[in-house]
T-cell receptor, first 114, second 116 residues
Framework: KQEVTQIPAALSVPEGENLVLNCSFT??????LQWFRQDPGKGLTSLLL???SQREQTSGRLNASLDKSSGRSTLYIAASQPGDSATYLC?????????????WGAGTKLIIKP | DGGITQSPKYLFRKEGQNVTLSCEQN?????MYWYRQDPGQGLRLIYY???????QKGDIAEGYSVSREKKESFPLTVTSAQKNPTAFYLC???????????????FGAGSRLTVL
Protein backbone atom coordinates (compact mmCIF):
# COMPACT_ATOMS: atom_id res chain seq x y z
CA LYS A 1 0.00 0.00 0.00
CA GLN A 2 1.39 3.37 -1.00
CA GLU A 3 1.89 5.88 1.79
CA VAL A 4 2.99 9.49 1.83
CA THR A 5 4.57 10.91 4.97
CA GLN A 6 5.41 14.48 5.86
CA ILE A 7 7.69 15.18 8.78
CA PRO A 8 7.65 17.33 10.83
CA ALA A 9 3.93 17.94 11.32
CA ALA A 10 4.70 21.52 12.35
CA LEU A 11 7.63 23.89 11.98
CA SER A 12 8.26 27.38 13.32
CA VAL A 13 11.16 29.51 12.07
CA PRO A 14 12.15 33.19 12.19
CA GLU A 15 11.51 35.37 9.19
CA GLY A 16 14.29 35.43 6.61
CA GLU A 17 15.52 31.90 7.13
CA ASN A 18 15.77 29.34 4.36
CA LEU A 19 13.91 26.14 5.17
CA VAL A 20 13.18 22.66 3.83
CA LEU A 21 9.96 20.68 4.07
CA ASN A 22 10.09 16.93 3.56
CA CYS A 23 7.84 14.42 1.84
CA SER A 24 8.58 10.69 1.68
CA PHE A 25 6.71 7.96 -0.19
CA THR A 26 6.86 4.19 -0.07
CA UNK A 27 6.72 3.29 -3.77
CA UNK A 28 9.32 4.48 -6.29
CA UNK A 29 6.91 3.86 -9.21
CA UNK A 30 5.40 7.31 -9.08
CA UNK A 31 3.91 9.23 -11.99
CA UNK A 32 4.31 12.72 -10.54
CA LEU A 33 4.35 14.65 -7.26
CA GLN A 34 2.73 17.94 -6.34
CA TRP A 35 3.19 20.42 -3.54
CA PHE A 36 0.16 22.40 -2.40
CA ARG A 37 -0.38 25.24 0.03
CA GLN A 38 -3.43 25.50 2.30
CA ASP A 39 -4.29 28.57 4.33
CA PRO A 40 -6.38 28.07 7.49
CA GLY A 41 -9.95 27.08 6.68
CA LYS A 42 -9.31 27.40 2.96
CA GLY A 43 -8.90 25.23 -0.09
CA LEU A 44 -5.64 24.13 -1.66
CA THR A 45 -3.45 26.00 -4.12
CA SER A 46 -1.00 24.09 -6.30
CA LEU A 47 2.58 25.32 -5.97
CA LEU A 48 4.78 22.97 -7.98
CA LEU A 49 4.36 19.79 -10.01
CA UNK A 50 7.30 17.45 -10.65
CA UNK A 51 7.03 14.69 -13.21
CA UNK A 52 8.73 11.39 -12.43
CA SER A 53 11.35 12.11 -15.11
CA GLN A 54 12.32 15.42 -13.51
CA ARG A 55 14.61 16.10 -10.57
CA GLU A 56 13.44 19.57 -9.61
CA GLN A 57 11.09 22.45 -10.33
CA THR A 58 11.38 26.08 -9.34
CA SER A 59 8.89 28.88 -8.92
CA GLY A 60 10.11 32.14 -7.42
CA ARG A 61 11.47 31.45 -3.93
CA LEU A 62 10.26 27.84 -4.04
CA ASN A 63 12.26 24.88 -5.27
CA ALA A 64 10.98 21.31 -5.18
CA SER A 65 13.22 18.31 -5.72
CA LEU A 66 12.44 14.67 -6.38
CA ASP A 67 14.59 11.61 -5.65
CA LYS A 68 12.63 8.53 -6.69
CA SER A 69 15.29 6.06 -5.62
CA SER A 70 15.17 7.22 -2.03
CA GLY A 71 11.42 7.95 -2.09
CA ARG A 72 11.83 11.60 -1.10
CA SER A 73 10.84 15.05 -2.20
CA THR A 74 11.81 18.33 -0.57
CA LEU A 75 10.29 21.78 -0.83
CA TYR A 76 12.88 24.49 -0.29
CA ILE A 77 11.64 27.96 0.64
CA ALA A 78 14.21 30.72 0.40
CA ALA A 79 14.17 33.89 2.50
CA SER A 80 10.96 32.97 4.31
CA GLN A 81 8.30 35.63 4.94
CA PRO A 82 5.35 35.76 7.38
CA GLY A 83 3.06 35.39 4.35
CA ASP A 84 4.53 31.92 3.78
CA SER A 85 2.79 30.74 6.95
CA ALA A 86 0.41 27.98 5.90
CA THR A 87 0.11 24.21 5.75
CA TYR A 88 2.07 22.61 2.95
CA LEU A 89 0.74 19.35 1.51
CA CYS A 90 2.49 16.83 -0.66
CA UNK A 91 0.47 14.62 -3.03
CA UNK A 92 1.92 11.72 -5.02
CA UNK A 93 0.27 10.26 -8.09
CA UNK A 94 0.83 6.51 -8.50
CA UNK A 95 -0.24 4.18 -11.29
CA UNK A 96 -2.19 1.33 -9.72
CA UNK A 97 -4.29 -1.26 -11.56
CA UNK A 98 -4.37 0.83 -14.76
CA UNK A 99 -5.64 3.85 -12.85
CA UNK A 100 -3.82 6.77 -11.34
CA UNK A 101 -4.30 7.19 -7.60
CA UNK A 102 -3.48 10.36 -5.71
CA UNK A 103 -2.13 9.77 -2.21
CA TRP A 104 -1.83 12.71 0.15
CA GLY A 105 0.49 13.46 3.01
CA ALA A 106 -0.96 14.94 6.21
CA GLY A 107 0.90 18.20 5.69
CA THR A 108 3.44 20.34 7.51
CA LYS A 109 2.11 23.42 9.29
CA LEU A 110 4.63 26.20 8.80
CA ILE A 111 4.76 29.32 10.96
CA ILE A 112 7.13 32.14 10.03
CA LYS A 113 7.73 34.43 12.98
CA PRO A 114 8.21 38.15 12.20
CA ASP B 1 -13.90 34.82 -12.23
CA GLY B 2 -13.84 31.08 -12.76
CA GLY B 3 -13.68 28.87 -9.73
CA ILE B 4 -15.38 26.49 -7.35
CA THR B 5 -17.93 27.61 -4.80
CA GLN B 6 -18.70 25.47 -1.78
CA SER B 7 -21.53 26.17 0.63
CA PRO B 8 -22.15 26.45 3.43
CA LYS B 9 -18.74 27.27 4.88
CA TYR B 10 -19.79 26.03 8.31
CA LEU B 11 -22.54 23.54 9.08
CA PHE B 12 -23.74 22.02 12.32
CA ARG B 13 -25.73 18.82 12.38
CA LYS B 14 -27.48 16.83 15.02
CA GLU B 15 -26.86 13.11 15.12
CA GLY B 16 -29.22 11.20 12.86
CA GLN B 17 -29.70 14.03 10.37
CA ASN B 18 -28.68 14.02 6.74
CA VAL B 19 -26.97 17.14 5.42
CA THR B 20 -26.05 18.19 1.89
CA LEU B 21 -22.94 20.16 0.97
CA SER B 22 -23.05 22.16 -2.22
CA CYS B 23 -20.27 22.37 -4.82
CA GLU B 24 -20.61 24.47 -7.98
CA GLN B 25 -17.94 25.14 -10.62
CA ASN B 26 -17.90 27.46 -13.63
CA UNK B 27 -14.62 26.18 -15.05
CA UNK B 28 -16.27 23.87 -17.59
CA UNK B 29 -14.39 20.98 -15.98
CA UNK B 30 -15.60 17.47 -16.72
CA UNK B 31 -14.37 15.83 -13.51
CA MET B 32 -15.34 16.70 -9.95
CA TYR B 33 -14.18 15.27 -6.62
CA TRP B 34 -15.07 15.26 -2.94
CA TYR B 35 -12.34 14.87 -0.34
CA ARG B 36 -12.47 14.62 3.43
CA GLN B 37 -9.72 16.21 5.52
CA ASP B 38 -9.11 15.27 9.16
CA PRO B 39 -6.38 16.61 11.46
CA GLY B 40 -3.14 14.69 11.13
CA GLN B 41 -4.30 12.79 8.05
CA GLY B 42 -3.95 13.24 4.33
CA LEU B 43 -6.95 14.05 2.16
CA ARG B 44 -9.12 11.03 1.46
CA LEU B 45 -11.25 10.63 -1.65
CA ILE B 46 -14.98 10.13 -0.97
CA TYR B 47 -16.52 10.17 -4.47
CA TYR B 48 -15.59 11.39 -7.90
CA UNK B 49 -17.41 11.99 -11.16
CA UNK B 50 -15.82 12.10 -14.59
CA UNK B 51 -18.96 12.92 -16.51
CA UNK B 52 -22.55 14.01 -15.97
CA UNK B 53 -24.84 11.29 -14.60
CA UNK B 54 -21.91 9.09 -13.63
CA UNK B 55 -19.89 8.86 -10.43
CA GLN B 56 -17.58 6.41 -8.70
CA LYS B 57 -16.83 5.56 -5.09
CA GLY B 58 -13.54 6.66 -3.68
CA ASP B 59 -11.69 5.22 -0.70
CA ILE B 60 -14.21 6.19 2.00
CA ALA B 61 -17.64 6.33 0.32
CA GLU B 62 -19.61 4.59 3.08
CA GLY B 63 -22.17 6.91 4.66
CA TYR B 64 -22.02 9.42 1.81
CA SER B 65 -23.98 9.89 -1.41
CA VAL B 66 -23.59 12.16 -4.43
CA SER B 67 -25.36 13.14 -7.63
CA ARG B 68 -24.15 14.69 -10.89
CA GLU B 69 -27.22 15.90 -12.75
CA LYS B 70 -25.44 18.95 -14.16
CA LYS B 71 -21.85 19.45 -15.25
CA GLU B 72 -21.48 22.43 -12.93
CA SER B 73 -22.81 20.80 -9.77
CA PHE B 74 -21.70 17.91 -7.57
CA PRO B 75 -23.49 17.94 -4.21
CA LEU B 76 -22.44 15.65 -1.38
CA THR B 77 -24.93 14.26 1.14
CA VAL B 78 -23.58 13.14 4.49
CA THR B 79 -26.08 10.60 5.72
CA SER B 80 -26.86 9.43 9.23
CA ALA B 81 -25.00 6.22 8.36
CA GLN B 82 -21.69 8.09 8.47
CA LYS B 83 -20.44 7.31 11.96
CA ASN B 84 -17.91 10.09 12.31
CA PRO B 85 -18.91 12.93 9.99
CA THR B 86 -17.21 15.83 11.75
CA ALA B 87 -14.51 16.95 9.29
CA PHE B 88 -13.48 19.51 6.70
CA TYR B 89 -14.85 18.67 3.25
CA LEU B 90 -13.14 19.83 0.07
CA CYS B 91 -14.55 19.81 -3.43
CA UNK B 92 -12.23 19.86 -6.46
CA UNK B 93 -12.49 19.75 -10.21
CA UNK B 94 -10.22 19.08 -13.17
CA UNK B 95 -10.36 18.89 -16.94
CA UNK B 96 -10.14 15.13 -16.86
CA UNK B 97 -8.47 12.23 -15.22
CA UNK B 98 -9.71 9.29 -13.22
CA UNK B 99 -9.69 9.08 -9.45
CA UNK B 100 -6.52 11.12 -9.22
CA UNK B 101 -7.70 13.91 -11.49
CA UNK B 102 -5.66 15.65 -14.13
CA UNK B 103 -2.46 17.40 -13.12
CA UNK B 104 -4.32 20.63 -12.43
CA UNK B 105 -6.84 20.19 -9.62
CA UNK B 106 -8.78 23.28 -8.61
CA PHE B 107 -10.15 23.29 -5.07
CA GLY B 108 -13.03 25.06 -3.40
CA ALA B 109 -12.62 26.82 -0.04
CA GLY B 110 -14.13 23.90 1.87
CA SER B 111 -17.04 23.25 4.20
CA ARG B 112 -16.58 22.43 7.87
CA LEU B 113 -19.20 20.05 9.23
CA THR B 114 -19.61 19.60 12.97
CA VAL B 115 -21.93 17.03 14.49
CA LEU B 116 -23.38 18.12 17.81
Amino acid sequence: KQEVTQIPAALSVPEGENLVLNCSFTDSAIYNLQWFRQDPGKGLTSLLLIQSSQREQTSGRLNASLDKSSGRSTLYIAASQPGDSATYLCAVRFLMDSNYQLIWGAGTKLIIKP
Amino acid sequence: DGGITQSPKYLFRKEGQNVTLSCEQNLNHDAMYWYRQDPGQGLRLIYYSQIVNDFQKGDIAEGYSVSREKKESFPLTVTSAQKNPTAFYLCASSMGGGPSGANVLTFGAGSRLTVL
